[in-house]
Each structure stands twice: as C-alpha cells, then as structure tokens.
C-alpha cells in the first residue's frame, strides 16, 4: 500500500509569490494534517481536516490556507511568500482525527523561498 | 498549554552501546505519547506510542520506552545501538482534541564505529 504521498519534493520560490503543495493520505484515512518544521526545530501544527472541514489551526498567520478534497487528498497554499516560510512541510494522515490510531507523515516538500 | 521538551540536542553513543533518549512532558491530562525518528532530509516514522496500559512499551527497530507520571517522562531506550540508527529523534504529545501533536525540539543521534 502506498503511504502518504507529497508532492512536489522540493520547490524554490521568489519572496511575495504564492505556492500550493499536495498531500494524498494513505488509502481509507480520512483525516490530513499540516506541519512545518524549519531547520534544526521540531514540527509545528498548522491545520487539521477531517472530512473536508477544517479541525484544528496551529498559530500560523492568515497567509496560510487548506482544504481538502471529497477523495480526502489536501492542498496547503501559502500566499505572500516570506524568508522565514522557508522549510520542511509535513503531511501527515490519519484513520480518524482524534489521532487515537497515530498519525502517519509523508517525506515532506521542502520549500526554500530566495 | 502543553509542551515537550528534550533536553540532549546532541548525542554521541558507540556502535553496540545502549541508548537512552530523555522527554519530559507538561499535559493536564494523561498524556498520548510517541517517539518519532527522522533520517536526513526525510519524514518522520513513527517508533512507538503509549495511550494507557502497560508503562513499558516496544517498538520498532528494536527500541522501547517507559512511560513515568511521576517524573512526566517517557525515555525512550535501546540496548544496543547499530550504525544505522543515527538520525534526529522527536517525542511528541498528542492534545486533549486529538487533533495536534506538540514536537520537542528533537535529539540528534550520532553513532560512532
């Protein structure tokens, strides 16, 4: 089975421009998850959706924005790109979302904004 | 609010030494725990967690860890450490709604021949 796959891997973007990265979860979860996890810290909670709504937001400004998809994939956009958006972003999926079977994460896309 | 924290940024442990990863957690409530592993440049595999039970808990890889309220850790441990287990390692907690999980700032792990 396949895991959590994102997409692109790696991306560079210019500051001020906008971006959107792609999450599809493992097969029959339903629930997708959103972290950013700069160099050398652990990761930081932006978003939680669960059946297509939104469950939970971590303390990130308005510039970042989710969704998800009636095939539960998501997508995070960020837009007005900053230095210090520049990082790791996780994806992590789950059977439910209470987290009660764990969460399980993708390899990341990594965002490096110039 | 609740928070973890690692105290060892940086560990250096012998090919076949044992290991022990400190996390000390602050949580109302009994605590979700997990231990995550990070090799370069990649995402986070899931180690072990502990919901209730048995404070002891296996894992993969070889590796357990020990659930203690009384000192709000969970450390997690391997008997003997192989080369391949050099990578950044992260404890977490998961909150009351289930929804987030808080990251310590992670221990990286060097093994020496």
């Known amino acids: 089975d396949a895991g959590v796959t994102q997409s692109p891997t790696h991306l560079i973007k210019t500051r001020g421009q906008q971006v959107t990265l792609r999450c599809s979860p493992i097969?029959?979860?339903?629930?997708v998850s959103w972290y950013q996890q700069v160099l050398g810290q652990g990761p930081q909670f932006i978003f939680q959706y669960y059946e297509k709504e939104e469950r939970g937001r971590g303390n990130f400004p308005d510039r970042f924005s989710a969704r998800q998809f009636p095939n539960y994939s998501s997508e995070l956009n960020v837009n007005a790109l900053l230095l210090g958006d520049s990082a790791l972003y996780l994806c992590?999926?789950?059977?439910?979302?209470?987290?009660?079977?764990?969460?399980?994460f993708g390899s990341g896309t990594r965002l490096t904004v110039v | 609010a609740q928070s973890v924290t690692q105290p060892d940024i940086h560990i250096t442990v012998s090919e076949g030494a044992s290991l022990e990863l400190r996390c000390n957690y602050s949580y109302g409530a009994t605590p979700y725990l997990f231990w995550y592993v990070q090799s370069p440049g990649q995402g986070l595999q899931l180690l072990l967690k502990y919901f209730s039970g048995d404070t002891l808990v296996q894992g993969i890889k070889g590796f357990e860890a020990e659930f203690k309220r009384s000192q709000s850790s969970f450390n997690l441990r391997k008997p003997s450490v192989h080369w391949s287990d050099a990578a950044e390692y992260f404890c977490a907690v998961l909150n009351n709604a289930g929804n987030m999980l808080t990251f310590g700032g992670g221990t990286r792990l060097m093994v020496k021949p």
């Open positions: 992590a999926s789950s059977l439910t979302g209470t987290g009660s079977y764990g969460y399980t």
């Open positions: 097969s029959g979860h339903k629930s």
